[in-house]
């Protein structure tokens, strides 16, 4: 049976992107080498990281005075990193959900973190508007999408201090202005490349603020200098990253991936609200076009169970919603096809009569 990968990370990838990993593991680029066994100090990979970051630059209009660089491990590595290397006195953060929360914790090990603004009192429902940002501050944080709860910033905010946000689960699935922010970042697991690999694309000026001594490897200007290879770098995810970006510039770049991610939420979307069976969990004009959670509606609670007996049996992967929301979650990466929502969707209407 055909399996729709709804998984919220690690997650759905391009199949031709699967397909030149799996050819680049017997033989990368006619080499007579698998992509496992490779020196990361060679022409081969070098060309790797460079077409990866020219793609990076040319997807995201990203400007000279912006560097990209990976490290291995994950965007909980960034949650501790940025603060060790800027927060000096005092930090704003707006907590919108469980990955603010943990950004939030490491944070607090190295300065002050003022809680600017939360959406904790309707269990992370919405996105809180007009914040007020003071401008005393070494950098406000924000996670622009909300994995678990199903929420996102629609609208790159105007902050009068360095701007950083955790985009590990929207990052390349639609447009926004780059230059609103100071970095960005996020784990590649989502939208880009299998587990182990993070990026971020960061503004030189702010680089240039770190503001302690710090051990070399956490230092960002470390990987910044030495081209995210100081270290050995995680060459098989950098890999796969590079290719979706490939993938993704081929099949139209940004503007389309969004197009088709728009259109793929509102399928999703318009049936969570017209089915009687199903209801969305957030504030409608702040929903997530990745991450769709729904739950049963009133007086059909008891459903659940078999609704996710229903949907597995006929193919859908990955729909259980996280424990701290319940439900259903369908996670509609870049690299989710229609085919697979339109599949979810038949599933909610043929469940839905069944009990008519
Ligand atoms: C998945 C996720 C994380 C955690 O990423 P790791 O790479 O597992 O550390 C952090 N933030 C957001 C928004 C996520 O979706």
Redesign the pocket.
Known sequence: MKKHNFNA?PSVLAQEVVERAAKAVLDFNDSGLSILSISHRTKDFDKVVADAEANFRELLHIPDNYRIFYIGG????FFYEVAANFLGKKAGYINTGV?SKKAIKEAKRYGEVEVLASSEDKNFSYIPKGVEIPTDLDYLHI?S???IYGTEYHEDLDSPVPLVA?M??DILSHEFDITKYAMVY??A??NLAPAGV?FAIIREDFLEKQVRDLPTMMSFKTHVEKNSMYNTPPVFPIYVLGETLKWLKEIGGVKEIERRNKEKAALLYDEIDRNSLFRGTVEKEDRSLMNICFVMTEGHEDLADEFFKFATERGMVGIKGHRLVGGFRASCYNALPKESVEALVKCMQNFEQLHK
């Open positions: 990370g994950g965007a909980s590595t990955w996670t999408n909300n994995t955790d590990s689960s996020g784990g697991q989502k993070a």
